[in-house]
């Protein structure tokens, strides 16, 4: 008897202390995230790019979408023509719903003119306030999750597109790179 407790107790230690990785969070990603992609289309992606095939599936909109990376901690789909997600799980100092890990996510609109939105939702998907990991630039309009390490790019415009002013010769770009320290997403 007290092997089989000595047992279960050691499995659910091991069990809590096992790391989700990206493909655990596309399998339980709520529907409600891109109501276009369903849990089958993200099992199908997964799927293919495990067998080295395209990752490529028709949305429920009749539309292509693509997983073009995905690794134990990346992810990045071009969702249609207009609008791509990534998203990055990032390591915390303090647990949060008991688990060592949260999720970035990263959605970026437009065809001509992009724009960017940041999330960070639980590994349960409970949406976390933005502000409690990054302060955002006030003029930035795309944001890019690195596939390498935990790092985000912001890309700041200045000026008028040239289509809407004649007279302006070109639009001045900052980029700003920050990275994640275990709490905070800031500069280095």
């Known amino acids: 008897m007290r092997k089989i407790i000595f047992l279960l107790l050691a499995m659910i230690c091991l069990d809590s202390f096992a790391q989700t990785t990206m493909r655990d969070v596309l399998r339980t990603m709520p529907d409600s995230m891109v109501p276009y992609l369903s849990a089958n289309n993200l099992l199908d992606m997964i799927d293919f790019s495990d067998t080295n095939m395209d990752a490529v599936v028709t949305n429920s909109l009749g539309g292509r979408s693509q997983m073009n990376k995905l690794t134990d901690d990346f992810v990045s ?112």
């Open 77 to 188: 789909i071009h969702l249609n023509e207009s609008s791509d997600l990534t998203m990055r799980l990032l390591h915390v100092d303090t647990p949060v719903d008991s688990a060592q890990q949260i999720i970035c996510m990263v959605c970026t609109y437009g065809t001509d003119i992009r724009e960017s939105t940041i999330s960070f939702y639980s590994l349960k998907w409970k949406s976390l306030p933005v502000s409690d990991y990054i302060e955002l630039p006030e003029d930035m309009t795309v944001a890019t999750l690195s596939d390498q390490d935990a790092q985000l790019t912001f890309c700041s415009e200045n000026g008028l597109d040239a289509r809407a002013n004649e007279e302006q010769k070109e639009i001045s770009k900052q980029l700003t790179t920050l990275n994640w320290n275990g709490r905070f997403v800031k500069e280095f």
